[in-house]
């Protein structure tokens, strides 16, 4: 028998047989099956015992735990058989020192192949179905939704609700009410995630986009900016409180006093002149500047209660035109450079008014 | 030479003089049309970098250092020799410092320049990863941190892995298909002095005006619109690289298709060739893409057209599909030329043939049809016509089918081969299971309802560097070990080899691995500060990074010493059948004394006797040649 005639007689009668790497065992495959799922079940066990995710605070987010638990399972084993193949070959089939050998000239197997084309097709389309299904699930539209207007703006969010006619620099919701929310943006693109709720729309110029959540535990959250929006990316981190319904309703009255009776009363004595902490904090001035009497604490721009003999001329050429001065060891073109324009000069001089009366 | 001489003749002092020149023609256009609109101030600094800096300048160094000389002669009607040779090979150091037409040169230019990026983009991940250890603001503010993972982001994926997987093929295939150069060897030159230029913007942003660009290497419009001028030094780095890498994949194209020796019929290809050709497809179809997507963020910022200003008519959301029509392909031309490379790799130290070779032909063809059907899974929070969302996650999975084909047969190959566990193949075992997880991420990312929430977190930062550290880096190292001893018929440290793998290994995975847990857990990519509850994993991560990066060095070393010092290499060390390893290491100037003929099969392992390509004794030639010159006939092939 020539070597060519031997290897051809190996290929006919099956691989496994023929190789005295492995003859001593005598289902290598078998075997290698059964390694394999004892390491996908313990693989699954861990990584289902694995907390991933936040908090679950909204209906939404349970669904997509679950699905993900889904993908877990379905992965490991994919993992385990590579790494199950990948080990099991180099321990058994390495080249012994010396061995100037090869392996049998195997080209293919039209079975094996058409097997691993069709159970990862197979896979992935119950996966996609799956996601599909999960997906029309969370963006069905509920019955008495709450609008909440959410708009993103450099670098800080706002919040209105238009049936409360209330306007808020903070996001409070009503535990187990549908929310639908409407995000906008009044530069470029931020991103609102809750990731406790797990959903998460891009802010984009000229759109509103919508999510619909149903939060279902009162708590504190973090409302987090995930697109890169500037430099004050990072600082864009408010909260949301989720209340039981009464509160909720006690807070909406609170803030429709505050905002001086605008949208309810309408007396006769001129609307309140603006509050300066309150633009302070809905302008997003918070969320960069260290102000020790709003507590905000960020770093990206000058401490501004430490301005020593600051007049207001300054203050005011400050806001409008940050440019025009900027402190040493801060970089030019960081401040947005609208707020001459977006805000009046009434809320200016607020403004202006309330960084004098702050300082330390 | 007289200095006029030099400043004359094609090299480095005429390339300087071809900036300073192309600046001030730059300068004197942007000055002479504000002086002609009247405009104030007329030395506008911003206009002039733009224009003289950033297109003049670049332009006169290609024509400064002699990338044109033959072509302007030629256009001209000056007397040209198309057999000219000068520029060719090289004889010593100082010929990887000049235009050279000779593949192999350029081979090592690219690979020499890309991994020179590869260690500035890696400091700058260093840096972050130093700022990023503890909560708060330690070494750098936010602005600078923004541009550093900005840049290092832009080098990683324009002036590394596409360009590296350039500058290997450019070595490997014309030896490979038995050709004795690229199709247009100066267009190949071109191609690569190209390169520098993107690199060097891309890097010298740090100095323009408000810091480099730092709206990541996605630049997405409105912000990248709005940024100082840092940002237009991405804008136009992007269109050197890119041209660069669509003169280059138009050479692989007309190289592969009309120079492949007699015999080399596409089904006889070995899998790096099929899988550049393959790239080579997605990059001359999906690049221009990108480079439109720049332009109008170009125009946008300096003529004041409003592509991306809703207020004005523009869509913020085209820049996003347009964008990513070219950067969902591009991961795949990061990947393709790496599945090449894992194919000879894993067929040759494991001498087995490749399992079901022409299923792993077919399923890179597969990936780059599906791979322009996709792009809109990067934009499923993105506010895009919802319905969209469906389809793309189905085509996104669609493509694990072709990918798992790849993956199993490379399994199919190691088993029962005789395994010889050296350092490429330690790489591309390590890229095996390193992509595999990233690709497991990967389908869990299409799946629209986890993607919401886990798009734009640190999981996504943890699947890119699985698919692309784990995945392409690793068959980056895998190839450049593979072909040491050919680029320069030296061999490289195998425990040093070894060395680097296991440390790479461990530290990618403890450096990379969390970020899963960090991600879903909540925390946002691209922030130079992160709450609190994330800073226990963040001191981790941050120390592992220092130890992976750190890692690289033994490469680096590896690489210097052995190519300096170490022991000869002979032709074929590794016993492959491919053609290019049956010339001696480093390979003659021009390849073949003789073009090889090929009679079977690249990978027939373990087939006694076969072989891929035989040279045949050089014969009294058949057809004499007419003295009278005019040529042969073409041979007719049969």
């Given amino acids: 028998m020539t070597e060519r005639d031997r290897v051809q007689s190996s290929e006919a009668k099956g691989p496994p047989e023929t190789d005295p790497r492995i003859e001593g065992e005598k289902h290598p495959v078998a075997r290698m099956i059964g390694i394999g799922l004892l390491a996908s079940l313990v693989g699954i066990a861990i990584t289902l015992w694995i907390d991933w995710f936040p908090e679950n605070a909204a209906g939404s987010a349970g669904k997509i735990d679950t699905l993900y638990d889904v993908l877990l399972i379905c992965s490991v084993p994919v993992f385990v058989l590579v790494m199950t193949i990948a080990i099991y070959s180099v321990v058994r089939f390495r080249a012994k020192p010396g061995d100037m050998g090869d392996g049998p000239p195997i080209h293919g197997n039209t079975r094996l192949e058409i097997i691993w084309v069709t159970i990862p097709f197979i896979m992935v389309t119950a996966l996609a179905i799956y996601g599909w299904i999960t997906l029309d699930d969370l963006e069905a539209k509920q019955k008495n939704e709450m609008v909440v207007k959410v708009t993103g703006q450099q670098f800080t969010w706002t919040f209105e609700y238009p049936s409360e006619k209330v306007a808020s620099p903070e996001l409070v919701l009503p535990v187990d009410r549908p929310i639908e929310f409407r995000v906008q943006t009044k530069d470029v693109i931020h991103s609102f995630w809750v990731p406790q709720f797990r959903l998460k729309s891009d802010a984009v110029p000229g759109l509103t986009t919508t999510i619909r959540v149903t939060p279902d535990k009162p708590g504190r959250y973090e409302v987090v900016c995930a697109e890169l929006c500037g430099i004050g990316h990072s600082t864009m981190r408010q909260f949301v409180r989720v209340l039981p319904q009464s509160e909720f309703d006690s807070w909406v009255s609170k803030e429709r006093e505050a905002a001086g009776g605008g949208a ?97 | 030479m007289t200095l006029t001489q030099r400043l004359l003749a094609p090299g480095w002092y005429r390339a ?72 060719h090979g090289a004889y010593s150091w100082r010929d990887y410092f000049r235009v050279n037409t000779d593949h192999k040169v350029i081979g090592i230019q690219y690979i020499c320049t890309t991994f020179f990026f590869f260690i500035a983009g890696g400091l700058m991940a260093m840096l972050m990863r130093a700022e990023l250890a503890q909560p708060g603001t330690q070494f ?379 991600g879903i857990d909540g925390m946002p990519r691209r922030v130079a500060d992160y709450a609190e509850q994330y800073a226990t994993w963040n ?23 052995s190519w300096r010092h170490g022991p000869a290499a002979e032709g074929n060390p590794w016993r492959a059948h491919s053609i290019e390893w049956q010339v001696s290491s480093p390979p003659p100037v021009f390849n073949f004394d003789e073009i090889p003929t090929v009679v079977g099969g690249p990978y027939e392992y373990g087939v006694p006797g076969a072989v891929h390509a035989v040279f045949k004794e050089k014969e009294p030639a058949a057809v004499p040649t007419p003295a009278g010159g005019g040529g042969a006939p073409p041979p007719t092939e049969p």
Avoid at chain 2, 47 to 69: E, K, M, N, R, W
Wanted: aromatic content about 16%; glycine content about 10%; proline content about 5%.
């Fill in chain 2, 539 to 561: 001191v981790i991560i941050s120390i592992s990074a220092f130890i992976f990066g750190a890692s690289f060095l033994i490469f680096l070393y590896n690489m210097i010493a």
């Fill in chain 2, 140 to 518: 750098v503010d936010p602005n600078t941190f923004n541009g550093l993972f900005s840049v290092h982001a832009s080098l990683m994926i324009f002036l590394f892995i596409i360009p590296v997987f350039a500058g290997i093929a450019n070595y490997v295939i014309p030896l490979m298909i038995g050709a004795p150069d690229m199709a247009f060897p100066r267009l190949n030159a071109l191609s690569y002095w190209m390169l520098p230029a993107a690199g060097v913007m891309m890097l010298a942003s740090y100095f323009a005006e408000g810091g480099a660009f730092a709206t990541g290497w996605t630049a997405y419009a409105p912000l990248s619109t709005e940024t100082p001028l840092g940002q237009q030094f991405f804008t136009l780095g992007v269109q050197f690289a890119g041209a660069s890498s669509i003169a280059t994949a138009l050479n692989f194209l007309v190289t592969i298709i009309t120079m492949r020796a007699p015999g080399l019929t596409f089904w006889r290809m070995p899998l790096l060739v099929w899988a550049n050709f393959t790239t080579s497809l997605l990059v001359v179809i999906a690049t221009p893409f990108i480079a439109g997507s720049q332009f109008f963020v170009l125009l946008d910022r300096t003529i004041g057209t409003h592509f991306f200003s809703p207020a004005a008519g523009g869509d913020v959301l085209m820049y996003q599909h347009v964008f990513w029509f070219y950067s969902h392909p591009a991961v795949y031309i990061m990947m393709l030329p790496g599945f090449g490379i894992i194919s000879e790799v894993i067929s040759t130290h494991a001498r087995k043939p490749v399992f079901g070779y022409r299923m792993m032909a077919f399923s890179l063809v597969a990936i780059v049809i599906l791979g322009f059907t996709v792009w809109a899974h990067h934009m499923f929070v993105s506010g895009m016509q919802s319905w969209i969302r469906v389809p793309m996650m189905i085509t996104t999975m669609l493509i694990a089918v072709p990918t798992g084909i790849k993956i199993f047969s490379w399994l199919a190959t190691l088993w029962r081969g005789v395994i010889h566990l050296r350092t490429p193949m330690l790489f591309a075992l390590g890229f095996l299971t390193m992509f595999t997880l990233g690709g497991i991420s990967g389908i869990m990312l299409a799946v629209v309802p986890f993607d919401i929430h886990v798009s734009d977190t640190y999981f996504i930062v943890a699947h890119i560097h699985y698919v692309l550290f784990g995945g392409s880096v690793f068959t980056i190292f895998a190839g450049i070990y593979h072909w040491f001893p050919k680029m320069t018929g030296r061999m490289y440290d195998e425990s040093l080899g070894r060395l680097h793998f296991w440390l790479s290994f461990i530290f990618f995975n403890l450096t990379f691995g969390p970020m899963h847990f960090v």
């Fill in chain 1, 264 to 360: 309810g009363g309408g007396g006769g004595e001129q609307a309140a002149a603006p509050d300066g902490e309150a633009l302070f904090t809905s302008n997003g001035c918070v969320n960069c500047h260290t102000l020790k009497a709003a507590g905000a604490t960020a770093e990206v721009g000058p401490d501004l209660g430490k301005l020593e003999d600051v007049e207001a001329k300054f203050l005011r050429t400050s806001i409008v035109d940050p440019n025009a001065d900027v402190t040493k060891g801060y970089e030019p073109d960081i401040m947005p450079q609208d707020f001459g324009t977006k805000l009046s000069k009434e809320e200016i001089d607020a403004l202006v008014k309330y960084l004098l009366e702050s300082q330390e």
């Fill in chain 2, 16 to 87: 300087f003089l071809g900036m300073a020149l192309g600046f001030g023609l730059g300068m004197g256009i942007v000055v002479a049309v504000r002086a002609l609109y009247g405009w104030d101030p007329v030395l506008d600094w911003d206009a002039i970098i733009t224009v003289g800096a950033l297109i003049a300048a670049p332009l006169g160094y290609l024509i400064g250092i002699g990338c044109f000389d033959y072509w302007f002669r030629w256009a001209s009607g000056a007397p040209t020799v198309p057999e000219d040779h000068s520029g």
